[in-house]
């Protein structure tokens, strides 16, 4: 078993890299600390220091984070009634598909080179998702918008196939663009971070997920 996972580069002198730990360890948080999701829910539309709705530090698997940043990102936003029935869940604000996208792009093309976890902000006008290194080689974000990409970690991305909603094909933010038009994109090489920003508008008539 060992030689199998060394031979799919997710073993490196009987030691998981972080791909292989990601994917597939135990508790990776154990031994990757800094490679997770911290997510906040903050009143109004600016960071708090100390005031915050919701907020948690998500760890474990890729798979596991995933989920749970899906889970969190889908109770902090807003779910129409609309003209279905009292006992219906709703429709979201922003479509499912757009964090599905966004946040396993985050996930697998983060720079495992920053010691820094991949960040989940939520207020009142928007959400960002922001990925610790900027784009990488000649990438830019008018590439991405077209459905260009340049994989930064091939081993996790190729194993990601089977594990999340990705396909790796560049296509991750197209299909997001055209299901909810309203997302910006900040390549921040000097802050060596990616930022993508959903804009959130107000509705008339919603609910709050509990």
């Given at each position: 078993?060992?030689?199998?996972?060394?031979?799919?580069?997710?073993?490196?002198?009987?030691?998981?890299?972080?791909?292989?730990?990601?994917?597939?360890?135990?508790?990776?948080?154990?031994?990757?600390?800094?490679?997770?999701?911290?997510?906040?829910?903050?009143?109004?539309?600016?960071?708090?220091?100390?005031?915050?709705?919701?907020?948690?530090?998500?760890?474990?698997?890729?798979?596991?984070?995933?989920?749970?940043?899906l889970g969190f990102l889908l109770r902090n936003?807003?779910?129409?009634?609309?003209?279905?029935?009292?006992?219906?869940?709703?429709?979201?604000?922003?479509?499912?598909?757009?964090?599905?996208?966004l946040l396993a792009n985050a996930l697998i093309?983060?720079?495992?080179?920053?010691?820094?976890?991949?960040?989940?902000?939520?207020?009142?006008?928007?959400?960002?998702?922001?990925?610790?290194?900027?784009?990488?080689?000649?990438?830019?974000?008018?590439?991405?918008?077209?459905?260009?990409?340049?994989?930064?970690?091939?081993?996790?991305?190729?194993?990601?196939?089977?594990?999340?909603?990705?396909?790796?094909?560049?296509?991750?933010?197209?299909?997001?663009?055209?299901?909810?038009p309203e997302i910006e994109f900040d390549d921040?090489?000097?802050?060596?971070?990616?930022?993508?920003?959903?804009?959130?508008?107000?509705?008339?008539?919603?609910?709050?997920?509990?």
């Amino acid at each position: 078993m060992a030689q199998l996972l060394t031979n799919m580069r997710l073993l490196r002198e009987e030691t998981f890299t972080i791909a292989g730990g990601l994917l597939f360890g135990k508790s990776p948080e154990l031994f990757l600390p800094v490679y997770h999701i911290k997510a906040v829910r903050f009143p109004g539309n600016a960071i708090h220091a100390s005031t915050f709705i919701d907020s948690v530090d998500l760890r474990g698997r890729i798979q596991q984070q995933f989920e749970d940043g899906l889970g969190f990102l889908l109770r902090n936003i807003r779910f129409e009634q609309g003209t279905q029935g009292v006992n219906a869940v709703g429709k979201p604000e922003i479509p499912r598909l757009v964090f599905e996208e966004l946040l396993a792009n985050a996930l697998i093309h983060r720079d495992f080179f920053i010691s820094a976890p991949v960040r989940i902000f939520v207020f009142d006008n928007r959400i960002e998702i922001i990925s610790p290194g900027h784009l990488p080689n000649n990438l830019t974000v008018a590439n991405i918008r077209s459905g260009n990409s340049n994989i930064r970690n091939p081993i996790l991305a190729s194993y990601a196939t089977h594990l999340l909603p990705y396909r790796g094909l560049g296509s991750g933010i197209f299909r997001s663009l055209n299901a909810y038009p309203e997302i910006e994109f900040d390549d921040d090489r000097a802050g060596n971070q990616f930022k993508v920003t959903i804009r959130r508008h107000p509705w008339s008539i919603t609910s709050e997920r509990p």
